[in-house]
């Protein structure tokens, strides 16, 4: 399913790229280059479950301790 609105600020949403970021503990994960729906007026960003899953798989390699540090692609 693809959204066409931003459930926050109601503005519309563009296909492009963003950034993941997440703190776990005391340490920052950022995914670079994640595909989403961004909204054009407040920059929320909307992930595909495609793209959820993929998300998913880096962060459980990370928490599994086999993520080397840097920057992957989703």
């Known amino acids: 399913m693809i959204p066409d609105k931003c459930s926050f ?3 519309k949403l563009i296909e492009g790229k963003h950034e993941f970021v997440v703190k776990i503990g ?3 994960l950022a995914i670079r ?3 989403a729906f961004i909204c054009q ?4 960003a909307y992930y595909t479950p495609e793209t959820s899953r993929r998300i998913d798989k880096i962060m459980q390699k990370f928490y599994d301790s086999s ?3 840097h920057p992957l692609a989703a």
Not at 41 to 44: D, K, P, T, V, Y
């Open 41 to 44: 007026e407040c920059g929320e």
């Open 9 to 11: 600020c109601k503005g």
């Open 26 to 28: 005391e340490t920052v």
């Open 67 to 69: 993520l080397r540090v």
């Open 33 to 35: 280059d994640v595909d």
